[in-house]
C-alpha cells in the first residue's frame, strides 16, 4: 500500500475544515484511493493535511493522471483559495510495508 501525506498552510479567516467535508467525498470516489484521512497540526494551527492511501504506485499513477479532473481540481482550489502559498506544500510518498 502507498501512503501519500501532503501538507500546506491555510489562509487566515478561511473555512478549511469545509472545504475538506466537501472535498473527502470526492476524494474517495476515486479509483484506487483506500482511505482518505484530513488532519490539522497541534502546535500550528494554521497548517493542515492530507493523508491518502493507495492500494499500490499504479494506483497513485493513475491518480495523479487519469483521474487529472479531480486531481487538477482539488489541486487547483487549494492554492488558489485556501492555501497560504507563500509558505511550504509538502508532499512525501511512504510505502506502508507487510510486516
Known sequence: MIMRVVTYHALQDKDVERWMETSASELRGVKGV????????????????????????ADL???????????????????EMWCDNSKPVTEQFYEILDI
Not at 34 to 50: C, I, K, M, T
Not at 61 to 79: A, F, I, M, P
Open 61 to 79: 499513477d493513475n491518480y495523479k493522471e487519469e483521474q487529472s479532473g479531480t486531481y487538477q481540481k482539488l489541486v487547483r482550489s487549494v492554492r
Open 34 to 57: 483506500r482511505r482518505v484521512e484530513f488532519f490539522q497540526n497541534q502546535g500550528d494551527p494554521s497548517q493542515y493535511g492530507a493523508i491518502i492511501l493507495f492500494r499500490n504506485k
